[in-house]
């Protein structure tokens, strides 16, 4: 179950490393973290039927890379640390940091605009929230 409101949706799919959504500088920022989820069902409290939530199930987590007025480009990002030289020659030279982007669970009939729905995929319109 996820509590943070809902800032936007999923708008676009350009690619399968990819999202657009549909919060741009007012919510977000480059390098902010962000969850595309598919709203799940309400639940209530058994024994006194208060509503507690919504059941919303993680489809991915995503970095901010690009952030507009009305928009922003989200992708998988990994980072990962390698060494260059041994260490005698120079602790400055040691590592570099690289990050990668990664493909995402996107619906592929979706990346050219599609609208055929899988649920089990990121699709337009699909919900985003601030991670």
């Given at each position: 179950?996820?509590?943070?409101?809902?800032?936007?949706?999923?708008?676009?799919?350009?690619?399968?490393?990819?999202?657009?959504?549909?919060?741009?500088?007012?919510?977000?920022?480059?390098?902010?973290?962000?969850c595309i989820v598919q709203?799940?069902?309400?639940?209530?409290?058994?024994?006194?039927?208060a509503k507690i939530g919504?059941?919303?199930?993680?489809?991915?987590?995503?970095?901010?890379?690009?952030?507009?007025?009305?928009?922003?480009?989200?992708?998988?990002?990994?980072?990962?640390?390698?060494?260059?030289?041994?260490?005698?020659?120079?602790?400055?030279?040691?590592?570099?940091?690289?990050?990668?982007?990664?493909?995402?669970?996107?619906?592929?009939?979706?990346?050219?605009?599609?609208?055929?729905?899988?649920?089990?995929?990121?699709?337009?319109?699909?919900?985003?929230?601030?991670?």
């Open positions: 179950m996820y509590i943070n409101p809902k800032i936007g949706e999923v708008i676009h799919i350009p690619s399968e490393s990819a999202v657009v959504i549909s919060a741009g500088n007012a919510q977000l920022q480059k390098g902010d973290e962000v709203e799940g069902p309400d639940m209530t409290n058994p024994k006194t039927g919504r059941y919303d199930i993680l489809k991915a987590r995503l970095s901010v890379t690009e952030c507009f007025d009305a928009y922003s480009v989200c992708q998988k990002l990994t980072t990962s640390t390698k060494k260059l030289f041994p260490p005698t020659i120079s602790p400055l030279l040691e590592e570099r940091e690289y990050v990668t982007i990664n493909k995402i669970p996107v619906d592929p009939n979706q990346i050219s605009g599609s609208n055929i729905e899988i649920n089990t995929l990121i699709q337009i319109g699909d919900t985003v929230i601030k991670g």
